[in-house]
């Protein structure tokens, strides 16, 4: 396994691999890895013949009292598990290699990084579509793998890719949960004991809400975003937002919806947990 630090190793690399008729796959993540994480990579090593997994915490997609400086980092870990999982190379930049001191370029979306976790942190994803789009071009992919843990992102991302004609195919690959039901984050480490226990009120209410949907039909949805909201709020949690949208459009869900996405934010302690579901209402 190739460890790469600058672009243009990067795209040498990529380029090489294409030219050996080799099918390029990437999985952008922030590093302390976790198995959400790594059955993204599973994912792309199915669907791609060389794999790259990028490790950068990207410093534009936090805003100014979050936390960059304390998002946990273990390379030495992330580069056994990559070892492990059959990936070609990772690329990790420093930052100094992504972003020039005098940048003057976003790339950024405006419908649907708006509402949801575009509300409370306002300058977050356009954060994450300049840096994927520069991942993008660092690493020249066939095929890049997100996770539905992230829904907003995923959805802006394929709305990028396709606006902007990157040549990628996006595949979003399901959440992968703790056996109780938590889902997998790299900021699950910030809990403690009891505030992890209390977390899975988000997954817990989540699937209440499923089987209620699915036991009632549509009927149920209404008011189902406030039991939802209040059961969190019952643990200790402090909900940032509750909505129940279309998944295919990210509008609010309508009478027309199909597929329902219903998106959570909320803190325990200072942690700021997120999580959704997908109800298929056919
Ligand atoms: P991050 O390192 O948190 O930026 O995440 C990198 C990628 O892993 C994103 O596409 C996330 O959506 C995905 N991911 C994070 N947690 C999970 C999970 N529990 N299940 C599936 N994918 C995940």
Avoid at 10 to 33: C, D, E, I, W
Avoid at 119 to 147: C, E, I, M
Avoid at 255 to 281: H, M, Q
């Amino acid at each position: 396994m190739k460890l790469i630090k600058t672009i243009a190793e990067m795209q040498q690399f990529s380029k090489s691999a294409s030219r050996n008729g080799k099918k390029v796959g990437v999985v952008p993540t922030m590093g302390y890895l976790h198995s959400g994480h790594m059955s993204l990579i599973d994912h792309a090593r199915k669907l791609a013949d060389v794999v790259i997994v990028t490790i950068f915490v990207n410093p534009t997609q936090f805003g100014p009292n979050e936390d960059l400086d304390k998002y946990p980092r273990d390379f030495e870990r992330d580069w056994k598990s990559c070892e492990q999982h059959g990936v070609a190379a990772v690329f990790a930049p420093a930052p100094e290699e992504m972003y020039f001191p005098d940048r003057s370029t976003w790339v950024v979306e405006e419908k649907l990084s708006q509402g949801l976790c575009g509300q409370s942190r306002p300058t977050h994803f356009r954060g994450v579509t300049t840096v994927v789009a520069k991942l993008f071009n660092a690493t020249l992919p066939d095929v890049a793998v997100f996770g539905q843990k992230d829904a907003q992102q995923a959805m802006v991302i394929k709305r990028m890719t396709r606006d902007l004609n990157f040549p990628v195919e996006i595949v979003v690959a399901p959440i992968v949960r703790e056996a109780d039901g938590l889902a997998m984050s790299s900021r699950n480490k910030y809990l403690s004991l009891d505030e992890r226990i209390r977390a899975l009120s988000i997954s817990a209410s989540l699937s209440d809400a499923e089987a209620r949907i699915k036991a009632e039909g549509r009927k149920a949805l209404g008011g189902i975003a406030e039991k939802i909201a209040e059961k969190i709020a019952a643990s200790g949690g402090k909900v940032d937002y509750v909505e129940v949208r279309d998944a295919d459009n990210l509008e609010p869900a309508s009478e027309s919806t199909s597929c329902l996405l219903i998106a959570v934010a909320a803190y325990f302690g200072v942690t700021r947990l997120i999580d959704n579901i997908l109800i298929n209402l056919n």
